[in-house]
């Protein structure tokens, strides 16, 4: 069945229709023989003038795939985890391992392997999702695939998380996966003008349409990148950027995010919804900084960058055919700096998932965590350089 499915993605490639004018379209179109894939159909529609435009999408699945016929029962703990070596991934797979699942970590082809996850116990396959012909082989054998992939800065957002997740749903539908678990962005259907966060949400549609099984969570935002944006250069005396705009983020740990992502996926009753994670309080960038300076015992050199700026900044990238992406990027940088609050009320999620709240790490206890244990070593290295300039 794999070989099927590679040898029919690999004869069917992409096809890119480009118009240049006042109203420009994009469409992307994957024709897959119907006994192989779900048929998908999928338009990007800019709106305004040039590059600055609005984008929008429409993704349609067949609501059936092919049919397989009984094999060889999979085990409801293999799971793949595709972006295994991320912030979040590299959690996910953590607690997979430490709870007994089987873990498989799709992996792209890189200088440096990632031999921490073989290291943890984890199995790793090379594929990549710009490359679809490589993912049916990286599904064999797979109960549960989890979905934490999100581009390279350095690509075009819809090359992975539009083009590759389509492609790797379809495979997953195609491959009999029992259930797929989807993180986005919380509030994406709010903000059609960022690319990523209306890919993210054309996503969640698309895999509705699937008929895969699945869980949706969405996410705010991750204590872990508070620590090289402020923690680290507040105590190596670098500057600190933030921007003048009161945008409150409900920021959680991913060890947390984890922990109740594999209890979402244990529970039955949850199949098809859409949860969204938040931490316990939802914080701005000033009162982050200001906690940070407290647990380092040094103040902050903070250079704020107005909001007005990052618009200015986005509109003559877009001028440049070349820098599109950096203005996509710009776009969801603009969103995490107006007056936007990323969080919601996690009351009932906690009573569907069975948790209490009082086990939910605050970002006051990661961070004073943090502080500590780097203090810690910083003083410990200090009183032994102090010791190897003793002579006798």
Same mark, same amino acid.
């Given at each position: 069945m794999a070989s099927t499915i590679h040898a029919q993605l690999s004869s069917t490639p992409m096809k890119f229709n480009l118009h240049h004018n006042s109203h420009s379209s994009l469409s992307w179109r994957r024709a897959l023989a119907p006994d192989a894939v779900a048929s998908t159909s999928s338009t990007f529609l800019t709106k305004g003038r040039g590059n600055s435009a609005l984008i929008t999408c429409n993704a349609q699945s067949a609501p059936s795939a092919v049919n397989l016929a009984p094999g060889t029962p999979v085990r409801p703990t293999s799971i793949l985890v595709v972006g295994a070596t991320g912030t979040l991934g590299?959690?996910?797979v953590r607690r997979a391992l430490d709870e007994g699942y089987d873990v498989r970590c799709l992996v792209r082809p890189r200088p440096a392997p990632a031999d921490f996850l073989r290291d943890w116990g984890a199995?790793?396959?090379?594929?990549?999702?710009?490359? !679809?012909?490589?993912? !049916?082989a990286t599904l064999v054998g797979v109960h549960t695939v989890i979905d934490c992939a999100t581009g390279r800065p350095e690509e075009p957002i819809k090359t992975v998380d539009w083009e590759g997740k389509v492609a790797l749903i379809q495979c997953a539908k195609a491959m009999g996966v029992q259930k797929y678990i989807f993180f986005s962005i919380h509030n994406c259907e709010k903000h059609p003008e960022v690319p990523l966060m209306e890919i993210k949400y054309c996503t969640e549609k698309f895999l509705r349409s699937s008929g895969l099984n699945h869980v949706t969570i969405r996410l705010c935002g991750f204590m872990q990148g508070l620590i090289g944006q402020y923690a680290v250069p507040i105590l190596e005396?670098?500057?600190?950027?933030?921007?003048?705009? !009161?945008?409150?983020?409900?920021?959680?740990?991913?060890?947390?995010?984890?922990?109740?992502?594999?209890?979402?996926?244990?529970?039955?009753?949850?199949?098809?919804?859409?949860?969204?994670?938040?931490? !316990?309080r939802a914080w701005t960038t000033q009162e982050v900084i200001t906690l940070c300076e407290r647990l380092a015992g040094q103040d902050a050199n903070v250079t704020t960058v107005p909001v007005s700026v990052l618009k200015f900044t986005r509109q003559l990238t877009r001028l440049f055919e070349w820098t599109s992406d950096v203005a996509d990027r710009l776009a969801f940088s603009e969103v995490l700096s107006s007056d936007t609050v990323f969080s919601v009320p996690m009351g009932e999620t906690y009573n569907i998932l069975g948790v209490d709240a009082k086990d939910i790490s605050s970002?006051?206890?990661?961070?004073?965590?943090?502080f500590a244990n780097i203090l810690k070593k910083l003083k410990d290295i200090k009183a032994q350089s102090k010791q190897s300039d003793i002579y006798f």
């Open positions: 590299r959690q996910i199995a790793v396959v090379n594929a990549d999702l710009s490359k !679809p012909e490589t993912i !049916p005396e670098k500057s600190v950027w933030g921007t003048d705009a !009161p945008t409150r983020i409900a920021y959680m740990d991913t060890q947390d995010i984890a922990r109740l992502t594999f209890i979402a996926i244990r529970n039955e009753n949850i199949n098809g919804k859409l949860l969204t994670f938040a931490g !316990p970002l006051e206890k990661y961070l004073q965590d943090y």
